[in-house]
């Protein structure tokens, strides 16, 4: 009787032990990914995937018209100045306007590329359990893992990027004209951001957006998955 009492115990604790395994390879195949695979394969597959997806995203906000001619993160005027932008327009400043909006959207563009490093950074970082929280989570999940991660450093890094930039093309100037003006309307009565602050905010709420759908394409689309590791995991 105690020998069966013993069995039945040891039988127990190795089920307990292994159940964190058998759990995280159950999400993998409910998620359709590296049914043969080991844990260790297919974490370096999902690392390989954010790294693919993170490249792309840079280089698509990084460049000339990467922010100015994408119309889900172009960087518009800030929304108190919006509505009185038809009466400025009308008084003139229309080129300014368009000016302004140009330089604002340059310094999001040149500042884009020094997010990479930090990217890879939190990459680097990732632990086994921030792995299974992405591969079980959403469609953005590993955006999410990135915003959480990286959002300080990259509003860090990305601020004297951006002033220097507005500096160099007069956006600064240009809007500090634009509140002058606004200001000598009558009755209006309006605080106005930071400008640096506000092209930092739009320049990552950007970035985040395209890694967004660059994470949907790597899960969603065959064709993303450019290297053998990302076809072999996330079949």
């Known amino acids: 009787m105690k020998f069966q009492r013993l069995f039945l115990l040891c039988i127990i604790l190795a089920v307990s032990a ?4 058998a759990q995280f390879r159950d999400i993998m195949e409910r998620l359709g990914l590296g049914k043969q695979l080991s844990e260790d394969k297919i974490i370096s597959g999902l690392k390989e ?8 995203a840079v280089k698509s906000t990084g460049r000339i018209d990467g922010y100015f001619l994408n119309e889900a993160i172009k960087i518009l005027m800030p929304e108190k100045l919006r509505t009185v932008e038809e009466g400025l327009r009308f008084a003139g400043y229309g080129s300014h306007l368009d000016e302004f909006v140009l330089g604002m959207n340059r310094a999001a563009e040149k500042a884009a590329p020094f997010a990479k490093d930090i990217f890879l950074d939190a ?8 792995a299974r929280n992405i591969l079980s989570g959403g469609d953005t999940a590993a955006t999410s893992y990135f915003r959480d991660k990286t959002e300080d450093k990259l509003s860090e890094a990305f601020h004297p990027i951006v ?30 951001p930071d400008i640096d602050d506000y092209v930092v905010s739009e320049a990552l709420d950007g970035l985040f957006y395209v890694l967004g759908e660059e994470e949907r394409k790597i899960r969603q689309d065959p064709a993303a998955r450019i290297t053998r590791l990302l076809q072999e995991v996330f079949k």
């Open 18 to 21: 292994s159940s964190a395994t």
């Open 49 to 56: 995937a954010l790294s693919v997806g993170t490249d792309n």
């Open 123 to 130: 990459i680097f970082e990732m632990s086994i359990e921030d």
């Open 163 to 192: 002033e220097k930039a507005m500096e160099e093309v007069g956006v600064s100037r240009q809007y500090n004209q634009l509140i002058g003006s606004v200001r000598n309307i009558p009755f209006l009565n309006q605080t106005f």
